[in-house]
């Protein structure tokens, strides 16, 4: 008899919990993208980036001075890229990466469903992709001096566009 009803109440339950279980098409909730962002190493990630933007600010803002002040002298660049780079080094000291990385979760909830995410998830944890991960800092830093000369020539002719 217990048998029978125990039987009977997982009949009964069983498609309840699998109604409210997520599905694939589901909205991706909350605790999806933490995992997504943990298996991503988001939080460890993101500093070494703002990283190598930094290190490549100093060749922009050396070649910034020289285009907006031509006629400054070496003591005049000189304190203009330091008061520059002091300005700089503020900025990128105080960026709350928690709260950053905290408030791309309802941008990743509104483009993924439960299922994308998982399967994303399952990508990112290959080792292929990790390291990926684990190169991109170096790649993106690499990519960014490569790119300086090119974005810096662009700048300029827009500049003179301006003018």
């Given at each position: ?6 039987v ?5 339950f069983?498609p309840?919990?699998?109604?409210l ?5 589901d ?6 993208v ?5 298996v991503m ?9 703002m990283?190598?933007?930094?290190q490549a600010l100093p060749?922009?803002t050396n070649?910034?001075i020289?285009n ?11 304190k203009?890229n330091?008061?520059m780079?002091?300005?700089?080094q ?11 990385i905290e ?6 909830q509104?483009?993924f469903?439960h299922?994308?995410i998982q399967?994303?998830?399952h990508?990112?944890s290959?080792?292929?992709a ?10 993106m ?7 300086a000369?090119?974005?810096q ?6 500049m003179?566009?301006?003018?």
């Amino acid at each position: 008899m217990k048998r029978w009803l125990a039987v009977i109440l997982c009949l009964v339950f069983l498609p309840i919990e699998a109604a409210l279980a997520q599905q694939p098409g589901d909205p991706a909730t909350k605790e999806d993208v933490q995992m997504l962002f943990d298996v991503m190493h988001s939080r460890e990630r993101f500093k070494p980036f703002m990283d190598a933007i930094k290190q490549a600010l100093p060749a922009m803002t050396n070649e910034a001075i020289a285009n907006q002040l031509p006629n400054a002298t070496p003591d005049e660049s000189a304190k203009v890229n330091e008061f520059m780079n002091l300005q700089s080094q503020k900025l990128f000291d105080s960026i709350p990466y928690d709260d950053l990385i905290e408030a791309m979760v309802p941008i990743y909830q509104r483009h993924f469903t439960h299922g994308e995410i998982q399967e994303i998830i399952h990508f990112y944890s290959s080792p292929a992709a990790q390291k990926m991960l684990e190169k991109m800092t170096a790649i993106m830093a690499e990519s960014m001096q490569t790119g300086a000369p090119i974005i810096q020539k662009w700048t300029q002719g827009r500049m003179n566009e301006l003018k």
